[in-house]
């Protein structure tokens, strides 16, 4: 599994930014799509992720503010991030959960993308 992000950038405390994470290759085995951050300094943690059955899961953090979402049509998974604070500033990840079946043997993987850098000034 292949993963492309984009759509980080510079933006003002209050304003909005849309990521996207494009998926290629073996598709049929993601299980979920995520997005995680990684602050200067900090550790890399989770902000949202999408199940294929629909399930969301937020960060307290982000939510109310974030929301993540999918296009099936374009393998495409995005990160509508509003109302955007100086804190949120990070490179963003996302991420592909895979699970591959051979016979009766189950293989999970994670996929990661390249990040994406998000600043936001006060």
């Known amino acids: 599994v292949q993963l492309q992000a984009s759509g980080g950038g510079s933006v003002q405390a209050g304003e909005s930014l849309r990521l996207s994470c494009a998926a290629s290759?073996?598709?049929?085995?993601?299980?979920?799509m995520a997005w995680y951050r990684q602050a200067p300094g900090k550790q890399r943690e989770l902000v949202a992720s999408?199940?294929?059955?629909?399930?969301?899961h937020y960060a307290d953090s982000v939510k109310g503010r974030f929301t993540v979402s999918r296009d099936a049509s374009t393998n495409t998974t995005f990160l509508q991030m509003n109302s955007l604070k100086p804190e949120d500033t990070a490179v963003y990840y996302c991420?592909?959960?895979?699970?591959?079946?051979?016979?009766?043997?189950?293989?999970?993987?994670?996929?990661w993308g390249q990040g994406t850098l998000v600043t936001v000034s006060s």
């Open positions: 999408l199940s294929n059955s629909g399930t969301r």
């Open positions: 991420k592909a959960e895979t699970r591959f079946t051979v016979v009766t043997d189950h293989y999970e993987y994670d996929y």
């Open positions: 290759g073996a598709l049929f085995a993601i299980r979920a």
